[in-house]
């Protein structure tokens, strides 16, 4: 019946089509053809949803005309014919109305300026031609191409409700999450074994952060600075931002690497630096490392390729961050997931209230100011008319082309995108009950593997409300209690909530105490 039920969700989301307000003009001469962007009202003026359907119409060219009055049309007539006239002086309606009344079937309007798509009319006045407007360097560029011989077609293909980069985010999202608490949990294997051996473990290694109750509101506090101060002062602190992103990412993917890199048998030999001592092999990954995050950072807005590194980046910076932020207490998780979730809830649906322009400073900040492909929403589109010096984003989001986009790169990528922090912040629950399995001898890793399917449901009904609204969604506002609820479900039946909401770590005062407490040849310690 599951089965059933999956295949008729997924069926839904492929049959159900919405319509585009970006379509395509398709030019062609004699000996050449070509396909440019063109943005229309589809209540107002529908167009045919394929190439075969459309109706074909001579192209006649008046952007030496603004086509406000009648004197501005040609003798002959436009009979059965498109015509493309400047923006500007009149109201596309008037200038719709003039070319319809002369027997024009279509009308191009074009723009030197962001094509924005054209807001309703008066039926009443029996208005019936088509309308688009089209960039103005398009239309010169049909003009060298095909001269004056230039017939066009115009249609909009219909985009499915569902896109399959939102698969891509998911698996994205599980896998890292999934990788990174599975990271932490052998690592605290290891310790243990390490101690259990007659080793000694410190409660805190050189590159691990222990969370505590005043350090979660700090943290909280200070994202919440650092977005506003983002907000406002987005032009200069997003080259901060990038650099800190490079220093951070480099230092992730070597982290990721550095386990692996131990594990092969050449390269063994060093050499001394300062007073240390620096294996070949572990230098050469360093310059890898710092060599990629330079990559990163010199083709960051080549938006055709980059995404794929920058989300490679991206999932060691997550695991990284899993790794050496380290939650001691599901009581700690609680405060800590629970005041996110107020902070991205406030930052996604409420300060749209305050801003002036009516967007959340959440979605504002992680698309960048500049930004259409990863903003469309709802029934209005904006197309840059000329290629534009590329507006800086900031490295702080999962990005994948929309892989079902019918005007992909006519129009502009557009992308799908999944906030580093929706994997984090998760991620350290899931991590807390990974190594509260390696704590209690849990060889089910029944909450590893229980918090882990729990953020899976909870992504894919971020992705549902996600598709179904049309509009970003703030998903820890569905991660946080999926995450949650499920780890005290799972404590509570296994009659273990007051040692999983207290934590187990191990706590050694200094060097020459022993642990707190010995049970069973291993060293424990309780949160005090």
């Given amino acids: 019946m599951s089965k059933i039920l999956v295949a008729s969700v997924c069926a839904l989301f492929l049959c159900v089509q919405v319509n585009a307000q970006e379509a395509i003009l398709h030019a062609f001469g004699p000996s050449a053809e070509n396909e440019y962007c063109i943005v229309f009202n589809s209540s107002w003026t529908p167009l045919p949803p394929s190439l075969d359907n459309a109706t074909q119409y001579q192209l006649v060219n008046l952007t030496s005309s603004v086509l406000c009055h009648q004197t501005d049309l040609p003798p002959a007539g436009l009979n059965g014919k498109a015509v493309v006239v400047m923006r500007g002086n009149c109201s596309f309606e008037e200038k719709a109305l003039i070319a319809q009344s002369s027997g024009a079937r279509a009308i191009l309007i074009a723009s030197k300026t962001s094509l924005t798509t054209p807001s309703a009319i008066n039926t009443d006045k029996g208005l019936n031609i088509l309308v688009a407007l089209v960039r103005y360097k398009d239309v010169l560029n049909m003009q060298e191409a095909f001269k004056d011989s230039i017939s066009v077609k115009l249609y909009a293909p219909p985009a499915a409700l569902f896109d ?307 509009m970003g969604q703030p998903a820890l506002l569905y991660l946080v209690p999926c995450t949650l609820v499920t780890s005290a479900l799972v404590a509570w039946r296994r009659k273990e909530m007051k040692r999983f909401w207290a934590g187990t770590i191990y706590e050694v005062l200094d060097s020459s105490k022993e642990p707190l407490i010995q049970d069973g040849g291993k060293s424990y310690g309780h949160i005090q």
């Avoid at 032009?235 to 550095?258: H, N």
């Fill in 164 to 470: 399959y980069s939102i698969l891509v985010i998911l698996f994205i999202s599980v896998f890292t999450l999934a990788l990174g608490g599975y990271w932490s949990g052998a690592a605290e294997q290891q310790e243990i074994n390490f101690a259990v051996q007659g080793g000694r473990r410190k409660a805190e290694s050189s590159d691990e952060i222990q969370f505590t109750p005043l350090k979660v509101v700090i943290f909280v506090l200070g994202m919440c600075g650092i977005l506003v101060l983002l907000y406002f002062f987005y032009k200069w602190l997003v080259y901060v931002m990038i650099a800190m992103f490079c220093i951070a990412s480099a230092m992730a993917v070597y982290g990721c690497l550095a386990a692996l890199v131990q594990m092969i048998p050449c390269g063994r030999c060093s050499f001394s630096f300062q007073d240390k001592t620096v294996e070949i092999r572990f230098f050469f990954l360093a310059a890898f490392c710092i060599a990629v995050s330079v990559l990163w950072a010199v083709y960051r807005n080549e938006d055709r390729w980059i995404w794929i590194l920058q989300d490679v980046l991206g999932i060691a910076f997550c695991l990284n961050f899993m790794r050496v932020l380290k939650i001691s207490s599901f009581k700690i998780c609680v405060t800590l997931l629970s005041l996110l979730l107020v902070y991205d809830v406030f930052f996604v649906f409420i300060t749209p209230f305050f801003t002036k322009n009516g967007e959340s400073i959440m979605v504002q900040v992680a698309a960048g100011p500049g930004a259409t492909g990863e903003k469309r929403g709802g029934n209005m589109v904006e197309v840059p008319a000329e290629p534009t010096v590329p507006y800086e984003k900031l490295p702080i989001v999962m990005r994948v082309p929309r892989l079902s986009s019918p005007t992909q790169y006519l129009c502009g990528m557009e992308f799908s995108l999944l906030g580093y922090g929706d994997i984090i912040v998760p991620g350290l629950l899931v991590a807390y009950c990974h190594r509260f399995d390696v704590w209690n001898n849990n060889s089910t890793k029944i909450y590893y593997i229980s918090c882990t399917i729990a953020y899976g449901v909870g992504m894919i009904v971020t992705l549902v409300v996600m598709v179904l609204s049309k």
